[in-house]
């Protein structure tokens, strides 16, 4: 069974993406990855069509979400694994935050326009294509037209944290989302914990998260270990992914490349049985 390669954090162009659903799934399946999940920032449209697609590259499906949520004024991303997507208060919270994408993406844009920048939302939806609308489509705006060379310059520029046309988004706090995962019946891990400080990480095990991604693109074998050692102190899950979005050079090379095996995903499957 640990042979077997299983890819818990994945993207979609329905998001910040830029493979289609099918697409990542074919990919995945050259890259040797026989249980995948799709975890787009604040949708689920990805598994509209992404159930076929794996049942054609005999891939196990797992459904998944990524949630953005705010502790101590910092941004924290949740991974929801095995959720239910037919859940009616998820796909209630997953439109809202998709039409609040909408009105951060015109606030940066009106920023934008008034550094000079011509630039207009429908611009913006050409790269987007249906997806919940994040800063990357706007990048990509920024580097069609001309104004950027690349999406580093854009967001060095004017779209990263406290550039001149930042936005923050709007997030539920962490105690609710994981509820909200909950609700819907599925498993709640903090995402690339190397990007936060250890307090903060700490304060996200006392409100009850399920586990923690021991295995991202960010994480040195260092920061590895010592995750996986907080995963076994505290009676956690462990999960892992490529994190993969497709387009850059760099994350072009991680799927197939970041992962956990058979068992971890066993271990993730009977805590989902206990939950029933």
């Known amino acids: 069974m640990d042979s077997i390669k299983v890819d818990l954090h994945t993207h979609t162009n329905l998001s910040d993406g830029v493979y289609s659903p099918c697409e990542l799934i074919e990919l995945a399946n050259k890259n040797g990855i026989n249980a995948l999940s799709i975890t ?105 037209k001309g104004y950027v060379k690349n999406y580093q310059e854009a967001f060095e520029k004017f779209l990263g944290d406290y550039s001149p046309a930042f936005e923050r988004k709007i997030h539920v706090s962490v105690q609710s989302a994981l509820k909200l995962i909950n609700e819907a019946g599925g498993l709640s891990f903090v995402a690339h914990p190397g990007y936060m400080k250890e307090n903060l990480l700490i304060k996200l095990i006392e409100y009850g998260i399920d586990g923690i991604e021991v295995i991202h693109p960010s994480h040195n074998e260092n920061q590895i270990q010592f995750y996986r050692g907080i995963v076994n102190q505290y009676c956690l899950l462990e999960t892992g992914g490529s994190d993969f979005h497709g387009g850059k050079k760099m994350d072009s090379e991680n799927l197939g490349k970041y992962f956990i095996s058979g068992t971890q995903l066993s271990a993730i499957k009977k805590m989902t049985q206990m939950k029933l």
């Open 40 to 144: 787009d920032h604040d949708s689920i449209n990805a598994y509209e069509k992404a159930y076929e697609c794996a049942n054609d590259f005999n891939i196990e499906l797992i459904p998944g979400v990524e949630i953005s949520t705010d502790l101590e004024d910092k941004e924290i991303h949740l991974l929801g694994l095995f959720i239910n997507i037919n859940s009616d208060e998820l796909k209630k919270y997953l439109n809202f935050f998709r039409e609040e994408r909408f009105h951060r993406a015109k606030r940066i844009i009106n920023k934008l326009n008034n550094l000079g920048i011509s630039i207009s939302i429908d611009d913006v939806l050409q790269f987007a294509n249906n997806s919940a609308i994040g800063r990357p489509h706007i990048a990509n705006t920024l580097i069609e």
